[in-house]
């Protein structure tokens, strides 16, 4: 059983930074594949940004540049580092991670979010 925690949400101006951690709790677990997804109000959620156990990234075109995902695996924690923001960045933020489960079957584990307003 795996717990994620997000935090560090704000209303934040244009061109402010954020950082946005995701802690990840539970004895036992191997966690693999940690992310990051946005909600917009009114739009469907979007993945933003991924980064294995081994330091791979994958960051999403339209924050590529801006956004920059990183984890620490000492402490199972994920941060997400917001730079330049805009107004069409709000939305909630939440993790995902994944680890191996039993019979060879991949769990998946969702934190419930915390919320970038970005508005001056």
């Known amino acids: 059983q795996v717990q994620l925690v997000e935090s560090g949400g704000d209303l934040v101006q244009p061109g402010g930074s954020r950082r946005l951690p995701c802690a990840a709790s539970?004895?036992?677990?191997?966690?693999?594949?940690m992310g990051w997804y946005g909600r917009a109000p009114g739009k469907e959620r979007e993945e933003v940004a991924s980064?294995?156990?081994?330091?791979?990234?994958d960051v999403a075109d339209s924050v590529k540049g801006r956004f920059t995902v990183s984890r620490d695996n000492a402490k199972n924690t994920m941060y997400l580092q917001m730079n330049n923001l805009k107004p069409e960045d709000t939305a909630l933020y939440y993790c995902?991670?994944?680890?191996?489960?039993?019979?060879?079957?991949?769990?998946?584990?969702w934190g419930q979010g915390t919320q970038v307003t970005v508005s001056s």
């Open positions: 539970g004895s036992g677990t191997s966690i693999n594949v």
């Open positions: 995902f991670a994944s680890s191996p489960g039993g019979d060879g079957y991949t769990n998946y584990y």
């Open positions: 980064i294995t156990r081994g330091g791979s990234t």
